[in-house]
C-alpha cells in the first residue's frame, strides 16, 4: 500500500506538498544552453531547434517552432543534409552552411540512425543515406540530461572474426560522430546519448558494438559536458581487441597529439552499459568509457560505471585526469599502448575495480610514459586478485605522491596495493618518486622483480595507521625532488 503525506505549508512549498501528496517526484528543470536563449545566433553561425513533436509553422528558428524531428528519418535528414553540404533549406532558413550550426533540441526522445554507414572522410558507401554525421563548430545542445535523450534506433549488420580467426555475425553503429578530420571545435552538452543496446540486440542477443560519442579531427577544441551516455556497449570488442569500442572518445588525426588540443571532457556520466550477450562478457563487453588518443586534453568532475575501462587513452600527451569517480570497473585507468607521456592523474576516486585501478607501461620497445603525476588519488580494492596500481615498464621519472590504496575485502590478503614489473628487460621503469602514499597494511607490495626499484626514490610511504611498511622502505629521509 502507498501512503502519501499531507502537511500544510506556506505557500513557497505549495509546490513540494502537492507533488508529495500526489506520490510524484518532482523532476529537475531543464537546462538550456546560451547558444539556444540568446536573442540571436553569433556572426557566421546557424541555429536551429528540433523538438518532437513539431507545432506551428516549423520556421525552426526558436523554441517555441522548431523542425520536425517526430521519427529518425526527419530528424537524420535535418542533420545529415547539412553535414553533407547540401546548403538545404530548413523551415524559414536557406542555404545553411555544413560548418557553424548550433543546434537546439527541445525536452524529450530524439530517434537517431547515427553515424550508420558513413565512412570518415568519405561519406556513404551506397546510394542510400541513411544517419547523419557532425561537422565542423557544431554546437547540440539538449535541454538537460533528464530531458532530452537521443536514442540510437538502428545499427550496421556487420561481419567479424574473433581473436581465434572464427567468423561471426553482428552489428556496429555510434550515436555521434564527426565527418571529417576538419571536423573541430564541436561541442555536446545537456543531454542523454543512449546506444539502445539491449533494445537494438534483441532477444537473441546479437553481438553489438555501439559507442556513443566519437570526435574524430585533426584539430581538437572538442568540449562534451553534462551529458549521460547509457547503453553502450562492444560485444564484438570483448571476442577481439581488434573491434575495441569507445562511449566517448577524443581522436585526434595525426600522430602527433600536440595537433589536438583544448579538449575538455567535464560533468558527464556513463553508465548502464548493455546487457553481456557472449558468454563470459562482463556488461557491456570490451568498452571503455571515457578516451583520448592521438590528442591532449582534460577529464574532470565524471563519472564511469560499470564498464570494463572507465579512463584511457594511447599516443597522448599532456592529458589531465582530475576529480572524477569509477565504480565497479574491470579497470579504472588504462594505458598501455605507445607512447604516453606527461599525464596527470589527480585526485580520482577508483571504486572496486575488478583487475585494476591504475595500470601503466608496457607499449612496446621504445616507447615511453614518462613525467607522470599520479596524485592524491584514492583507490578501494574488493576483487580477489585485484590491484591497486600497476607499473609495467618504459614508465620513467614520474611522481607517485600521496595515493591511498585501501581494501574494503575480507580477502584483501589476495589483493595488490602496488606492483612494479617490467614487461620485457628493454622496458625499464626507472628514476621515479613515491611518496607520501598510504597503502593498507593486508595489501602486498611488490617490487621483487624490479631491478631498477633502488633508482626510484621512496619516502614516507606508511600504511593507514601510519606505520612503516618493510616490504616499501624509505631509501631518502628528506622529501624526493
Known sequence: MKFCLFVLAPAPVLALVLALASCKTLSSPEVISQDCTVAAAPANFTRIFIGTPAHSAQSGTSAKDPLDGTTAQKFDTILRSIAEGEHP???????????????????????????????????????????????????????????????????????????????????????????????????????????????????????????????????????????????????????????????????????????????????????????????????????DGIVFNNAMGEVRNSVVEGYFIAFGGWNIDHVSIHDNITRETHYGFNADSFSNNNITLQSNQFIHPQQYGIIMGGGFPGATFANWNVVGNTITLNATNSTGIGIQGEVQNSIFAGNTIQSDSTTAHTITGLWSIPTNPNAANFNNVFQDNHIDKSLAVDFTRDPNFNTDCRHKNRDLQGNARQDFPDNSSSACH
Open 89 to 287: 533549406t530548413w523551415g524559414t532558413q536557406r542555404n545553411i552552411a555544413p560548418e557553424n550550426l548550433i543546434v537546439c533540441l527541445a525536452s524529450g526522445t530524439f530517434q537517431t540512425e547515427g553515424q550508420y554507414d558513413t565512412v570518415f572522410q568519405f561519406g556513404h558507401p551506397t546510394a542510400i543515406h541513411r544517419g547523419f554525421t557532425v561537422e565542423k563548430n557544431w554546437k547540440i545542445h539538449g535541454s538537460g540530461m533528464g530531458h532530452t535523450t537521443l536514442q540510437l534506433a538502428s545499427f550496421v549488420p556487420d561481419n567479424f572474426v574473433d581473436s581465434s580467426g572464427s567468423p561471426f555475425v553482428g552489428g556496429r553503429n555510434v550515436v555521434l560522430e564527426t565527418r571529417s578530420e576538419s571536423a573541430s571545435g564541436v561541442e555536446v552538452s545537456d543531454l542523454t546519448i543512449d546506444a539502445n543496446h539491449d533494445k537494438l540486440s534483441g532477444a537473441a542477443g546479437l553481438p553489438l558494438d555501439l559507442g556513443g560519442i566519437v570526435l574524430r579531427s585533426k584539430e581538437g577544441g572538442h568540449w562534451i559536458h553534462d551529458v549521460k551516455v547509457i547503453g553502450a556497449a562492444g560485444d564484438a570488442g570483448f571476442r577481439s581487441l581488434a573491434y575495441e569500442t569507445f562511449a566517448v572518445q577524443i581522436w585526434g588525426n595525426t600522430l602527433d597529439p600536440h595537433v589536438s588540443s583544448g579538449n575538455l571532457i567535464e560533468n558527464i556520466t556513463v553508465t548502464q552499459p548493455g546487457r553481456p550477450v557472449i558468454a563470459d562478457s562482463p556488461p557491456g563487453g570490451e568498452m
